[in-house]
């Protein structure tokens, strides 16, 4: 059905997405060489590219912004690899719940993961 109301004068009829829920953009981050705990990355963004020029890295967590936040990580490196290590060294809610071992990302295909609240950690999608 068609709603008439105006959303900025009254919610009746319309759904709400809490805040902060509307992920657009890319990001690039360096990250060193050898293991990173705990990663903040800018609001809203849905693309990370990590950048591994300084050689092979293992990331552990990522810093949540709300449930169901998505995001699609990937590297451009030719030879350096990157691994999303299950369940360690980050803060608990920052872990990646992953295969054991860990994801490796392989240049330029990405890995898409989701945090989920009820589990508190990041999962693989």
Request: net charge negative; proline share 3%.
């Amino acid at each position: 059905a068609n709603n008439a109301n105006n959303p900025d004068v009254s919610s009746a009829g319309w759904s709400k997405l809490a805040p902060n829920t509307t992920q657009t953009g890319v990001a690039n981050i360096t990250l060193a060489a050898g293991i990173t705990n705990d990663q903040a990355i800018p609001s809203g963004v849905s693309i990370i590219v990590f950048d591994i020029s300084a050689g092979n890295a293992t990331l552990t967590g990522i810093v949540a912004e709300f449930d169901g936040q998505e995001l699609i990580c990937l590297h451009a490196h030719a030879s350096n690899a990157l691994n999303l290590a299950s369940l360690t060294g980050s803060a608990a809610a920052n872990q990646f719940q992953v295969i054991a071992g860990g994801i490796t990302l392989l240049q330029n295909l990405p890995a898409t993961i989701k945090w989920y609240a009820t589990l508190n950690k990041w999962v693989q999608k």
